[in-house]
C-alpha cells in the first residue's frame, strides 16, 4: 500500500512523492509525526477517495467556480473591509466558531477550536521560538464566522475551500478546474489572459483572490492593525491557495517578499493539514499562552 503526500519545499511544487507506508507514520521536518490517515480513515485531502462527502465537495467546487467571479471578490471586499459587523476579542471568535463544520474539507469532522489548537500545539512543539506562528495557526481559520447569522450567514462556496486568484487565467492546477467554463470571468477577454489585470512580479498584495474565510481574516488582522509579522498575515491570506504552494502555479505574480513569505506558509500548510486527527488538545490548560499572544499582537477587541 501507498501513500501520497506533498513535497513541501519552496519550488518542487506540484510534484507528488510516493512512500511506502509500511512505517504507518511518516516523519516530516522538525520531526512532526504525520498520521497516515484521518479521521475518516482516508488519506488527507485525498479527492478520490471513496468518501461519502466526495460528490458532495464536488457540487461545492462547482458553485464555487461559476460564482466566484473579478466583480464578486471586489464587491465581498468592499462589504466586509468595513469591518462593521460585530466587536469581539480573537478569543471569544474561537469559542464562537466552535460549532461550524467545514463542508469543503474531506479530512475534517472535529469542532473548529480542536483544529485551531491543534495545529497551534504541533507546530509550537517543533517551532517554540516562532511564536507569531503559533498564533497565525489559532486564528488562520477564524474568518469561517462568514457562516455564521450576524456575519451575513455567507453560503459555503463563498467561505470555505481551496482559493485562488481572479482577474487572471484560472490554472488547471486548482481543484475541478472544468467547473470554471461556466464562470462568466472564463470567457472575458480581460480576465482570462496569463496575466489578466496583473503585471508579472506585482506582488499577492495586489492580487484579488476568490472571496472567503483566509481573504476575510486577513482583512480582519490588517486593518486592525495587528503587528503579526507580514508572513504572518501571507499565511492567513493564502492558507487555502493550493494552486500556489501545492502546484507552484501564479509564481509570475509574485515579488520577492512573497518568495520569503511562502516557505512560512509551506511549513504552515503541513500542520494544517495533518493536525486534523483526533489528537485532543486540553483547552483551558493552553488558554493562558495563547491569550498572550493574543495580547501581544492584536488589541484587545477587534472590529468584524
Ligand atoms: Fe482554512
Ligand atoms: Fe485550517
Known sequence: MTIIVDQPEFGIGGEKKKISNSEKDLILDGGFVVPHANSFGHNFRDYDAESERQEGVEIFYKTNHINQTYDYVKKMREEYGKLD?????????????????????????????????????????????????????????????LLLPCFGELPQWAVVGDTFPVGCAFDESIVHHKYFKENPDYNNSAYNTKF??????????????????????????????????????????????????????????????????????????????????????????VKPYYLSLIQKYFPEKLRW
Not at 507580514?230 to 493550493?242: D, E, M, N, P, Q
Not at 500542520?271 to 483547552?283: A, G, I, N, T
Request: charged share 30%; net charge negative.
Open 85 to 145: 459587523k460585530v466587536e469581539m476579542s480573537i478569543w471569544e471568535c474561537c469559542e464562537l466558531l466552535n460549532d461550524v463544520v467545514d463542508e469543503s474539507d474531506p479530512d475534517l469532522d472535529e469542532p473548529q477550536i480542536e483544529h485551531l489548537l491543534q495545529t497551534a500545539e504541533a507546530i509550537r512543539k517543533d517551532y517554540p521560538n516562532e511564536d507569531w506562528l503559533h498564533l497565525t495557526a489559532l486564528v488562520h481559520d477564524l474568518g469561517k464566522v
Open 196 to 285: 489578466g489585470v496583473y503585471k508579472k512580479g506585482c506582488g499577492l498584495d495586489n492580487v484579488l483572490m476568490s472571496w472567503g474565510h483566509d481573504d476575510y481574516m486577513y482583512l480582519v488582522a490588517k486593518k486592525n492593525k495587528s503587528t503579526l509579522p507580514s508572513a504572518g498575515l501571507f499565511t492567513i491570506r493564502y492558507h487555502s491557495f493550493y494552486a500556489l504552494h501545492r502546484s507552484g502555479a501564479y509564481k509570475h505574480l509574485m515579488n520577492e517578499e512573497d518568495k520569503e513569505n511562502l516557505k512560512w506558509l509551506q511549513i504552515f500548510n503541513k500542520y494544517d493539514l495533518y493536525s486534523k486527527s483526533k489528537v485532543p488538545v486540553d483547552v483551558e490548560k
